[in-house]
C-alpha cells in the first residue's frame, strides 16, 4: 500500500495564504513565517552535517519546490508590472 505523505508546514502555510487570495502587493511581500523558515535552517544544517533521514529530506525538497513556486509567480507579477 502508497503511504500518503502529508504536506509540509510550509506548503499548509502557503496554501492557506493562496486560497485568502492575497492581492498583488501581499504575493510579492509575503515570506515563509519564522518557524517555517527557523524549520527549513534546521534541516539544511542536518543535511550538510549528512545526519538527515529520509523523510526529512522529502520534507526539505517540499520547502524547495514551495519555495521555487512562489519565486516563479513573483517574477510572473512583476514582469507582467514592468510590461503595463
Do not use: C
Not at 504575493?27 to 523558515?37: D, G, H
Not at 533521514?53 to 519546490?65: D, G
Amino acid at each position: 500500500m502508497a503511504q500518503t505523505q502529508t504536506p509540509t508546514g510550509f506548503v499548509q502555510e502557503l496554501a492557506g495564504f493562496l486560497s485568502s487570495q492575497p492581492s498583488r502587493r501581499e504575493l510579492l511581500a509575503s515570506r515563509p513565517s519564522k518557524s517555517v523558515q527557523k524549520r527549513a535552517r534546521e534541516l539544511l544544517l542536518k543535511q550538510n552535517e549528512g545526519d538527515i533521514a529520509y523523510p526529512e529530506l522529502q520534507e526539505l525538497e517540499e520547502f524547495a519546490v514551495a519555495e521555487r513556486l512562489m519565486r516563479l509567480i513573483k517574477a510572473r507579477l512583476r514582469t507582467k508590472k514592468a510590461a503595463s
